[in-house]
């Protein structure tokens, strides 16, 4: 997976932004102010995305290519290697559902103003 195609793909979702608030490397998507996505724009090799806790240590028994969360909580944050041992589909599944629990977690009022 690319970068170029990682951001198309979360910058396509309602509502997302993009900053680089840490420093000009380290990319960060946020929907309703909130960060759901992190990567390296340098070194583009695994991207942070939230979690639910339980599914977040299933995945992490099933594949090597998915560990506690870089720099993250480690309960419900991964950090998810984009560099071909963890399948693309699975990795934009995963963005899907970070999105998704940072979405769910914004007042009302925010997520209706948000939501095609």
């Not at 559902?97 to 769910?104: A, G, K, N, P, R």
Request: proline letters at 7%; charged letters at 25%; one cysteine or more.
């Amino acid at each position: 997976m690319t970068l170029e195609f990682y951001r198309d793909y979360c910058l396509a979702k309602a509502g997302v932004t993009e900053d680089t608030p840490f420093n000009p490397d380290t990319l960060c998507f946020r929907v309703g102010g909130k960060i759901f996505s992190i990567c390296t724009i340098s070194n583009f090799d695994f991207v942070n995305l939230k979690c639910d806790p339980e599914r977040a240590a299933e995945l992490r028994e099933r594949y090597p290519g998915i560990t506690p969360g870089y720099h993250m909580n480690k309960k419900t944050w991964n950090s998810v290697s984009v560099i071909g041992n963890v399948p693309d589909k699975l990795i934009l599944e995963l963005v899907d559902h970070s999105y998704d629990l940072i979405l769910s977690s914004l007042p009302k009022k925010i997520q209706a103003e948000i939501r095609p």
